[in-house]
């Protein structure tokens, strides 16, 4: 079982919709990452947490340490979302990567 | 405007050439690291180094080396490439090192590394 789960693995959806991406781990953490990877490979940071709730924009991110779940919700999604979000905790000394959702926004 | 980059975007090598890849950052990180990208396994460590001169293995790192000289720059070593280390190679650095510590990783752009 990988330590960091993501799900869905692949998610189509039409412009404007609400959109979650789901991140489950097992292994104690500090604080966990969502990133944001384009075709291309550039990672950029979207949110860096390790309890509650942050909001960026259309996006919100939220985590639950004692359920070791976080979501990143996207509102009103547009074609320009569409890339890999991934998770990643922070396991000292270093990061646990998740596989990634690979997200599709379609006109 | 933080930054991190990388020497090359694309680079096509030869099996059993040695290939180096550099990586550097501007925001005088202290922590640097190298992590390999494959279909369906993510991100994976190779080394990381938390100071100039300090080095620790990361969970793949047969077939590399690094170097780090400088603060600024850190060097990831193919010694003998082979076809199995073809693969996105990416660089990230993060502020400080400790347990506590609650810094996000900056990644540089990648290098698509072929090997033939």
């Known amino acids: 079982k990988n330590e960091v789960e993501q799900s869905p693995q692949n998610l189509t959806a039409q412009e404007g919709e609400f959109i979650t991406i789901n991140c489950s781990y097992s292994v104690g953490i500090s604080a966990l990452h969502w990133l944001q990877q384009h075709p291309g490979g550039g990672i950029v940071s979207l949110f860096m947490?390790?309890?509650g709730k942050k909001k960026h924009g259309r996006l919100i991110a939220t985590i639950n340490i004692q359920e070791k779940h976080s979501s990143l919700h996207i509102t009103a999604s547009h074609p320009r979302d569409s890339a890999v979000y991934i998770c990643a905790v922070k396991r000292y000394p270093t990061f646990v990567f998740g596989p990634g959702t690979r997200l599709s926004v379609l006109p | 405007d933080v930054k991190v980059t990388q020497s090359s975007r694309y680079l096509v090598k030869r099996t059993g050439e040695k290939v180096f890849l550099e990586c550097v950052q501007d925001?005088?990180?202290?922590?640097m690291f190298w992590y390999r990208q494959d279909p369906g396994l993510g991100l994976r460590l190779i080394y990381f180094?938390?100071?100039?001169?300090?080095?620790e293995k990361g969970d793949i790192p047969e077939g590399y080396s690094v170097s780090r000289e400088k603060k600024e720059r850190f060097s990831l070593i193919l010694e003998s490439a082979s076809t199995n280390q073809t693969s996105m190679y990416l660089c990230?650095?993060?502020?400080?090192?400790?347990?506590?510590?609650?810094?996000?990783?900056?990644f540089g752009p990648g290098t698509r590394l072929t090997v033939l």
């Open positions: 925001m005088d990180h202290e922590n």
């Open positions: 947490l390790s309890s």
């Open positions: 180094s938390y100071d100039v001169k300090m080095k």
């Open positions: 990230a650095s993060t502020q400080s090192y400790g347990e506590s510590s609650y810094n996000e990783q900056f």
